[in-house]
């Protein structure tokens, strides 16, 4: 997987030097996703080559944080595609400080849940919390990618925009079919976590179009 990311990384590098007089913030956000799975799987590696030949921790807690910036990232980039970035509309002013503020919240809430996650499980009302609050992060990313995909196909129906309209119900059948196999195959089935991986696969075949 990192060898086909590596592979991915280099060729959207090129891409972008070579149409760097029409790159937009969107292109940038991939990019920088990219770099951030190629880390995360190169430091999981790392992590457990280091712990099977020395049985020593050392970097566990540098890659759960690489782990969880990689998955911010990833949410913040399927939300701005879905707003139409780069698509049909080219800045998104109005909607940054909440990006901001919700991608540091993000972070935060799951690096307490991924520490939270490495301690002997106990039955308690932080426990629960703890589930609740969590599950409730990740509804939120639920409706904020489809409230501003469906947003976006209504601007682009009423402007006309039949193309554009076409690929993003694309984009929101491959969303759609990821939550669903995600939720279907993780043991958690409220998180996001396993399905990373699926959503950018489904930002990057809209921005193939």
Not at 166 to 195: E, G, M, P
């Amino acid at each position: 997987m990192t060898i086909i990311y590596v592979v991915v990384l280099i060729m959207w590098g090129m891409l972008c030097i070579q149409y760097s007089k029409e790159i937009m913030s969107v292109h940038i956000i991939i990019l920088v996703v990219l770099v951030s799975f190629v880390i995360n799987y190169f430091i999981k590696i790392l992590h457990l080559w280091i712990y099977n030949s020395s049985g020593y921790d050392m970097l566990l807690y540098l890659s759960i944080a690489v782990d969880i910036c990689t998955r911010t990232l990833t949410r913040i980039l399927t939300i701005l595609v879905c707003m139409g970035l780069g698509i049909s509309r080219a800045s998104i002013n109005d909607s940054t400080l909440k990006l901001i503020v919700f991608a540091v919240l993000y972070f935060c809430v799951n690096l307490w849940d991924s520490l939270m996650a490495l301690q002997p499980p106990a039955e308690s009302p932080l426990t629960k919390a703890r589930i609740y609050i969590t599950a409730g992060m990740d509804s939120l990313v639920y409706f904020w990618v489809f409230q501003s995909l469906m947003n976006t196909m209504d601007d682009l129906k009423q402007n006309k925009q039949n193309a554009k309209l076409a690929v993003f119900k694309r984009l929101y059948t491959l969303l759609l079919l990821s939550v669903i196999i995600s939720t279907l195959t993780d043991r958690k089935s409220t998180r996001l976590n396993s399905s990373h991986d699926q959503i950018a696969n489904a930002v990057f075949c809209l921005k193939k179009k």
